[in-house]
């Protein structure tokens, strides 16, 4: 990780906020636009995390049904952990990828994963513990699926207002 040479300031906005961490204290993160929130969600769910997720009622049960898929569980953590990313005082060396509209998804996918596996290791490197990593995946998680959704309602009604007259009538 670098020392970021002037702190952040973190902006007074709904998709900033601040995680309270067992030995790490308090850390700020962003959710992260609809775009990338997207890429995110589905390598969830093609890693089989969510399946995995959705038929287990603790961390070891999600661990148990991924079996040889725990890499792309961890892969997965480090991928959100760095789209979120918003430390005040430190930037990750790790450099979010960037992506080609012409892309497939299973290109993006790739690169994101590659990406996750990439940050978790720095996280590693840097003395962040496994249920760290687990307890800001699990809160951003959350977080960002519901952005997800709020925007995908917004832009649904945005939509539908903006129909032609005629078909209103």
Known sequence: MRIRQTPRNVPDKPNYLDLDIEGLGSTNWRIPSMIKAGRILSLLQKSGVMDAAASASNGAEIIENLGDKVPALLSCQGALLGMCWFNIKQDLE????????????????????????????????AGWEMGQVTQIFVSLTEKVV????????????VDFLSQPQELLS
């Not at 790739?110 to 990406?115: E, H, I, P, T």
């Open 94 to 125: 790790t450099s979010t990828p960037k992506f080609a509209i012409a892309e497939t998804s299973s290109e993006v996918s790739k690169k994101l994963a590659n990406y996750g596996e990439e940050v978790f290791e720095e996280l590693h490197e």
């Open 146 to 157: 519901n952005s997800f959704v709020t925007q995908k309602e917004v832009a649904e009604k």
